[in-house]
């Protein structure tokens, strides 16, 4: 691209395909073009190059609305998307997108005076926030009388699942309060700490990433008060339950529950807990940092699942599954003569028989026999085989990540039926968030980041 440069124009020259340089244009010829970049290196480019943007002038590069940039290009968005970034303004708009960039620090953006700036306001005549699209949609909602979608989209540890938080915060703030719908409202914010201790965990990138995918649909009556909400999950990463990569944490609610071994004697006696250590499905993550306080609180996840309506016996069930998942992995085997599977810790296995509430003899012979059935299920003939040592192991570790699985998917229904419209409603509109996951490539890649 040569159209319009001369001599001691500004651009930018691609050295690569993530790197690109500014430079100066010290001569214009005929069939090249003479830069001397930034960091002092003498380049000929042949004009008309793919390689070679213009720069935007120096007075535009901190526009706060990306599509009134001269050249709306790769380099010129990234160079103001970074120049804004370094004076902590996180927020930018391309037309009606939202780019936000995570500060991986508190910058104090998202307080009661500021959420009260964006109520009733242009979404084109603010600063860009998180708010001002909540804003949008709220007021689209109410004035156009039609559904909103908010997508919420990027790359693990961008800050998708912070910004989903804050909108439904927002929400929740301007929405009409009504004696009838306060403690739905309530509900509906404190069912993501309960997502988070279930689905969330500490990975290289990220102390809280979202290791699943959630479309959340918020209700409003025909007052716009905030009358109920759904949940619909998606791509549970499973394959956490049973490995981690190195440096990397199983989900938050693992290590929050073995944290009550010595604070909860009555609890540890009834789940047989013991420290993170002792675990093999968790061990390796148990002296990994975490900074985010709420991944180690087990009394902030109790307490949020109070607040849904989840106490007592309910939640001593769940807690049951959990300590039945961590004490299938002390599960171990060895071989007969004949290289069949044979258990080598029964006792393990009873106490997760007891914690599931099965038959601890058909479990342990589920694990190291399989049946067969050939043919038709009532006309063909049944066998049993035995495993090896290392189907056997393939067989506790499916069943700990399919328990997991289906704990996860009850307790979103559970939450559904808590959050569920309670009062007569003549006609509701919702705003629908769909906070997707994140790509991460691994050095061992499993069926959820195929997905992705």
């Not at 690109?20 to 090249?32: C, H, L, M, Q, R």
């Not at 935007?56 to 901190?62: D, I, L, Q, R, Y």
């Not at 009394?299 to 109070?306: D, F, Q």
Request: hydrophobic share 40%; aromatic share 8%; proline share 3%.
């Amino acid at each position: 691209m040569s159209h319009g440069i001369h001599t001691t124009a500004r651009v930018w020259l691609k050295t690569s395909n993530l790197k690109w340089i500014a430079g100066t244009v010290d001569n214009v010829g005929d069939k090249f073009l003479s830069i001397t970049t930034e960091d002092g290196q003498h380049i000929e480019v042949p004009r008309g190059s793919d390689k070679l943007s213009q720069r935007t002038p120096a007075g535009m590069e901190m526009v706060d609305n990306l599509t009134t940039l001269p050249d709306l290009d790769e380099p010129n968005m990234l160079h103001s998307l970074n120049a804004r970034y370094k004076q902590n303004l996180i927020y930018t708009r391309t037309g009606p997108i939202l780019v936000a960039l995570n500060p991986w620090q508190d910058l104090s953006l998202y307080g009661n005076d500021v959420m009260q700036s964006y109520r009733r306001r242009n979404f084109e005549q603010v600063p860009p926030h998180v708010f001002a699209i909540a804003e949008a949609a709220f007021s689209n909602l109410q004035s156009k009388m039609k559904d909103q979608t908010i997508l919420v989209s990027g790359d693990s540890g961008s800050g998708k699942t912070e910004s989903t938080k804050f909108m439904m915060q927002y929400l929740a703030t301007v929405a009409n309060h009504t004696v009838a719908t306060a403690n739905t409202e309530q509900q509906v914010l404190q069912c993501n700490p309960v997502l988070e201790a279930f689905g969330n965990a500490k990975t290289l990138r990220n102390d809280n990433s979202s290791r699943f995918g959630k479309y959340i649909d918020i209700h409003f009556d025909e007052h716009y008060a905030l009358c109920g909400a759904k949940i619909d999950t998606y791509l549970l990463e499973k394959s956490r339950v049973v490995g981690q990569e190195p440096g990397e944490r199983n989900f938050h609610i693992f290590y929050q529950l073995c944290s009550q071994t010595l604070e909860d004697p009555d609890l540890s006696k009834e789940l047989d807990l013991r420290p993170a250590e002792q675990f093999r499905y968790i061990a390796a993550g148990a002296q990994v940092a975490v900074a985010y306080k709420p991944a180690t609180s087990f009394s902030y996840t109790r307490k949020a699942l109070e607040a849904i309506g989840i106490a007592g016996q309910e939640t001593l069930e769940i807690l049951k599954v959990l300590a039945a998942v961590m004490h299938l992995g002390e599960v171990t085997f060895s071989s007969d003569k004949d290289q069949n599977a044979v258990m080598a810790n029964p006792l393990e296995c009873d106490t997760v028989a007891r914690l599931l509430g099965c038959e601890a003899e058909e479990l342990r012979s589920s694990f190291v026999k399989r049946k067969i059935q050939a043919g038709p299920q009532d006309l063909g003939d049944a066998y049993t085989v035995s495993q090896t040592e290392q189907q056997a192991v393939d067989t506790r570790d499916a069943l700990a990540r399919a328990v997991y699985g289906s704990l996860f998917d009850a307790l979103v229904r559970r939450i559904n039926l808590s959050l569920s419209i309670q009062t007569k409603v003549i006609k509701t509109r919702r705003i629908s968030i769909l906070d997707i996951f994140g790509f991460e490539h691994f050095k061992t890649n499993h069926f959820e980041q195929f997905c992705i």
